[in-house]
Structure formats: structure tokens, C-alpha cells
């Protein structure tokens, strides 16, 4: 099957090293002559740093950003808010700072080894709908025109969109009164930690403050009604150029707004530019899908936007690639647009409290929230909650299709201390209940190779494309419940091997061995993985290979688990 990625930015990169990882060919286009030189996106969260562990460019991407542990905010040079990052159960608990065009260089480079090379300077002019095909007029630097055959298309094309364009996709929203100004420059600032994050509230308006590697860092303010009048007007539609600001300008504002001892170099990038908040209503168009800018945007507060787009190319990807290799039905294809739409009004929704709590001028208002944001933000669960949703770890796909588990009501298990050791303890019961709900992200945990007795985390077990199946032997690990969790592997082996690895995890070196199983084995001697996932006695989890929970059972159910499985498979 053949398909079209139109758009070379960090979400149409993604979303073709996907394909190929997945062992799925396709064709990337983009109207632009060369990369973008310019910074534009910055931040890299958790979440998207998770992903880039797992397609194997995690290194490339450290070893060239700047972390930035926390935010501060502050009311004129008073501190109301510190946010840390540094308590995230991830490995990466930090954003990374790096510019966009560098991030789409290492994007570019990982695609280039798969042997995909994005035809620039063509341009998608035209899109024939068709039930089994689709027909794309293309148009090249030279202006000649030439139509091709796809089965799917992908626009990721960013905010301008031609392929939502063409498919005539509604993009409901609004448009932000404010308008925004930012400079990169080398900054002096020996009052501000380099390794946060720092927004300033004043009278005058917001100044935040975004280091950088080495001392540069940018600068975005918005621009007062007097700052617009001298010609910095709200742009009519999404299309009109803003003209940029001067270093002279930011200097000026962040004199006002800044800390005292706060100073500009040079100037690397200047740009004035208005903000939208919008989504299409559907990301799914029979045999066309939208990603990325081209499906929602949103404030560039709290730095989701190019994240938010990598992430929408992560869910698609193995999708679609299992179903042009025959091997997903169809229908499996349908979950992409209920779950990333739910995510993407997730994102609009938290970007548009971010900015408006931001840019308040009332002074009432502004007076009400530096009250509040300390009191507030003191509280741990409130702290966690934030970061969480700022990492982008919190989102997840609870209520989609593709997602299920299989486990015994409350009346049927048994109080602790009885003799059965073949039911389920009512605090076990609730204790997988506090675990990790079908459609959420798959925490990490520290484990130990049984075959190797080195030790290894459970998000290196799930590097690679496959789905991963863990067969949780529990806190009362016993013979018995070995026996069922080996069948299950074992079957899930033969009817799905190609596509689900099996792994037997025990508190400890015994459980599962004198049983004859000679597959995956890992050890658990901490129990963090057991108390993380609520395993209190036998059960399961199938990981996704975007590493969220498709399916869970408990205790561990073989004819559940197979009825799951033939939902997605063919």
C-alpha cells in the first residue's frame, strides 16, 4: 500500500520514521525548499522524550538540549509559583530546551537511515477522494503538475493546512485578542536559575523567560494596547504577517517587566505574531488523516503544541502500519481519531487557562490569582497533578475502543487471611484498581533479567514495535498462577508471536522456572513493578506499542484476552 505524508515538521518527520519502524514504506512531501533555520518550538516534555527512547534517538537529543527542571512565576519580583518537575515518575523529569530546527534535524537524520529522503519544494495542489484510492495532484519546484495513487494520505502540514484545506475539514475556533513578541538573544540574568523556566506578571503585561543552551534563551512578552497602537496590530486572520519587534523594543519591555539586572546581546530571532485556539472536528477523513497543526492549534503556552503533534504521529503510526500489512483490521484505524481528538481538546483547554491566567489586566482579577496561585500550588497533590499534565504523562485513552480489560467483581473475592490461594484478595482487588486503567500510559519500573541478572527497566523491555504482554505473577507468587500465566504465554506465543512478546515477571528467581518456561523472565525483587501495576496476586497487562494499556485482567484470563486480541487482529 502506498502512502503520503505531506509536511516535513517535527510531526510529519515523526510520523514517517514511524511508518518505516514499523516496517511500513511511504513517500514524505514538503512545499518548503530547505528545514526551517529558525527556533520557533522549544520545549521537549517527558512524554515526547519517552518516544524518542523508544525509537532510539534519545542520546542525540539530550546531548544537544538544555534541561529545564521547573517554572517560576512571579508577581512583579515576587515569587507566587514554583512548579518543580523534578518528583515526575518518568526518567526524563525535565523539558527540554531545543530548537525546533534542531529537532527536526535529528528527526531528519533518523528518517535519512531508514532510507526516506522528504521531496522538498512539492506541493499537494489537489485530493481526489476514492473509496479504495485516492488521487493527489502534485506540484513541483518547476510548477509542472503531476497525479499520483495513494491508499492513505497524511496531512501534517501545519497550521495552513492544504490537505484540510482540500478535504474542506471545518477548523472551529478563535482567535486571542493579545498579540505576542519574542527574541532570542544572549542573555544576561544572574538573578534567574538557567536550568527553570520564569514568567514575570506586571501591570504592563507578561515577560517569560525560556533558557536555552549556553546563555542565550528567548524572551516572549505581550504587547500592551499603547505597544500595539505604535503599529503592533492584532492580526485579521491567521494569514497576516506581524511586522517583528526591534532589540531596542524587547529591551524596553523587559526593563519594565524583567528583573533589574536582566540584559540582551544580540539578537537571533525577533517575531510579533497572534495566537489561535482551534481543532478540526474530526481527525479521521475516510482514507485521509490530519495531524499535528494541521488537526489543532493552540497558545504556545506550556509548550504543547509540537508535542501534542509528535504524539498524534506515534498513536497513527503503528496503526496504520499494522493494517497495510494485512495483519489490523481496519476498524482498528477509527480509535486514532477518538483518541487524539480527546487529547487535542485536552491540550486547547489547559493552553487557554495558561494564557488567560497569564495576560490578565484586570487588576482585581490579577490580584485574586497572585492570592491564590501560592495556596494553590503548595499543596503536593496540586503540584503533581500540574506537572503531570504539563509532562503530558496524564493524558490518556480510557474511554476509547481499543481499549478493555477483564477482571472478577468485588463480591467475588475473598477477605485476607483465608486459605484459598486460587482467589483474589479484596485488597488486591482494590489494589489493581489503583493501577494503571486500560488506556493509560504504561509507567516505567525497575526490573532485572532473570537470564542475565542485569538489571534493566521496563521501558527498555519495550523498545522495538511489538506489543509486550506482562504476565504479573504477583506479591503471592505460587505455582498454580505460574501454570496459568506460562499457558497464556504460551498461547499468545504461537496465535500472536509475530506481533506480542510475553513476559513473565516475578517477585523473585524461583517463580516460573521449574514450570518450563524458557521466554522472557524478568525479576521484580523490589516489588515496584508488582505495586506500581497492582499485582497483588496473578494478572495481567498487554502494552501497547505506544506503550498505553490496551488490556488488563484479574486474575489473568486467557478466552478474555483472545477476544481482545481478535478485535484488533486479522
Known amino acids: 500500500m502506498k502512502i503520503l505524508v505531506v509536511g516535513a515538521g517535527p510531526t510529519g518527520l515523526t510520523m514517517a520514521s514511524e511508518l518505516s519502524r514499523h516496517g511500513v514504506s511511504c513517500k514524505i512531501i514538503d512545499s518548503a525548499a530547505a528545514p526551517t533555520t529558525q527556533s520557533r518550538a522549544l520545549g521537549i516534555h517527558a512524554r515526547t522524550l519517552e518516544y524518542f527512547e523508544l525509537m532510539g534517538i534519545i542520546n542525540q537529543f539530550l546531548d544537544r538540549g538544555a534541561v529545564m527542571r521547573g517554572v517560576n512565576m512571579y508577581d512583579n519580583d515576587k515569587q507566587i509559583l514554583k512548579l518543580s518537575l523534578r518528583e515526575l515518575d518518568t526518567p526524563y523529569p525535565f523539558v527540554l530546551s531545543l530548537p525546533q530546527s534542531e529537532t527536526e534535524e535529528i528527526l531528519g537524520a533518523h528518517l535519512a537511515s531508514y532510507g526516506v529522503q522528504v521531496e522538498r519544494e512539492n506541493t499537494l495542489v489537489d485530493l481526489v477522494k476514492g473509496d479504495k484510492a485516492l488521487g493527489v495532484v502534485i506540484q513541483a519546484a518547476d510548477g509542472t503538475l503531476a497525479t499520483e495513487k495513494f491508499d492513505w494520505v497524511?496531512?501534517?502540514?501545519?497550521?495552513?493546512?492544504?490537505?484540510?484545506?482540500?478535504l474542506h475539514a471545518s477548523f472551529e475556533g478563535s482567535k486571542y485578542a493579545e498579540v505576542f513578541a519574542l527574541i532570542d538573544t544572549e542573555l544576561e540574568c544572574p538573578s534567574l536559575s538557567r536550568d527553570e523556566m520564569h514568567m514575570f506578571t506586571t501591570k504592563d503585561g507578561l515577560l517569560a523567560v525560556?533558557?536555552?543552551?549556553?546563555?542565550?534563551?528567548?524572551?516572549?512578552?505581550?504587547?500592551?494596547?499603547?505597544?500595539?497602537?505604535k503599529g503592533q496590530q492584532v492580526a485579521t486572520d491567521a494569514t497576516t504577517k506581524l511586522p517583528a519587534p526591534t532589540l531596542e523594543e524587547m529591551q524596553t519591555i523587559a526593563a519594565k517587566r524583567g528583573p533589574k539586572d536582566m540584559s540582551f546581546k544580540s539578537a537571533h530571532w525577533l517575531s510579533a505574531f497572534a495566537i489561535h485556539r482551534r481543532q478540526v472536528t474530526s481527525y479521521r477523513h475516510g482514507r485521509v488523516f490530519l495531524a499535528g497543526d494541521a488537526a489543532h492549534v493552540h497558545s504556545p503556552a506550556g509548550g504543547q503544541g509540537m508535542n501534542t503533534g509528535i504524539q498524534d504521529a506515534i498513536n497513527l503510526a503503528w496503526k496504520l502500519a499494522l493494517v497495510c500489512k494485512g495483519e489490523a483490521k481496519e476498524s482498528v484505524l477509527d480509535s486514532y481519531n477518538h483518541e487524539r481528538h480527546e487529547v487535542g481538546a485536552a491540550v486547547l483547554k489547559l493552553t487557554d487557562f495558561l494564557t488567560r491566567v497569564n495576560v490578565l489586566r484586570n487588576p482585581v482579577a490579577q490580584a485574586v490569582r497572585n492570592t491564590l496561585a501560592p495556596l494553590v500550588a503548595g499543596q503536593d497533590v496540586v503540584q503533581q497533578r500540574m506537572a503531570k499534565e504539563v509532562a503530558e504523562l496524564s493524558f490518556n485513552y480510557r474511554k476509547s475502543p481499543l481499549v478493555a480489560e477483564h477482571k472478577v467483581s468485588l463480591v467475588q473475592t475473598q477477605p485476607v487471611g483465608k486459605s484459598s490461594t486460587e482467589k483474589v484478595e479484596t485488597g488486591e482487588w482494590f489494589?489493581?484498581?489503583?493501577?494503571?486503567?486500560?488506556?493509560?500510559?504504561?509507567?516505567?519500573a525497575n526490573l532485572v533479567d532473570a537470564a542475565t541478572g542485569q538489571p534493566i527497566s521496563l521501558f527498555e523491555v519495550f523498545r522495538g514495535t511489538q506489543f509486550h504482554l506482562l504476565l504479573l505473577m504477583g506479591e503471592r507468587a505460587n505455582s498454580s498462577g505460574a501454570r496459568t500465566l506460562i499457558e497464556i504465554a504460551n498461547f499468545v506465543t504461537d496465535e500472536y508471536g509475530a506481533h506480542i512478546k510475553p513476559h513473565l515477571i516475578a517477585p523473585?528467581?524461583?517463580?516460573?522456572?521449574?514450570?518450563?518456561?524458557?521466554?522472557?523472565k524478568l525479576l521484580d525483587p523490589e516489588v515496584s513493578l508488582h505495586h506500581k501495576y497492582g499485582g497483588g496476586s496473578e494478572c495481567l497487562y498487554l502494552?501497547?506499542?505506544?506503550?498505553?494499556?490496551g488490556f488488563r485482567s484479574l486474575p489473568a484470563d486467557k478466552v478474555a484476552l483472545n477476544e481482545y486480541l481478535e478485535r484488533i487482529f486479522v
Not at 502494552?543 to 494499556?549: G, Q, S
Open 154 to 166: 497524511i496531512g501534517c502540514d501545519g497550521a495552513h493546512s492544504a490537505v484540510r484545506h482540500q
Open 431 to 444: 489494589a489493581f484498581e489503583s493501577g494503571p486503567q486500560p488506556g493509560d500510559r504504561a509507567p516505567d
Open 508 to 520: 523473585h528467581l524461583g517463580g516460573g522456572s521449574d514450570l518450563g518456561w524458557t521466554g522472557s
Open 210 to 229: 525560556f533558557p536555552m543552551k549556553g546563555n542565550r534563551a528567548r524572551i516572549i512578552a505581550d504587547l500592551t494596547t499603547k505597544e500595539q497602537a
Open 543 to 549: 502494552i501497547r506499542p505506544d506503550t498505553y494499556v
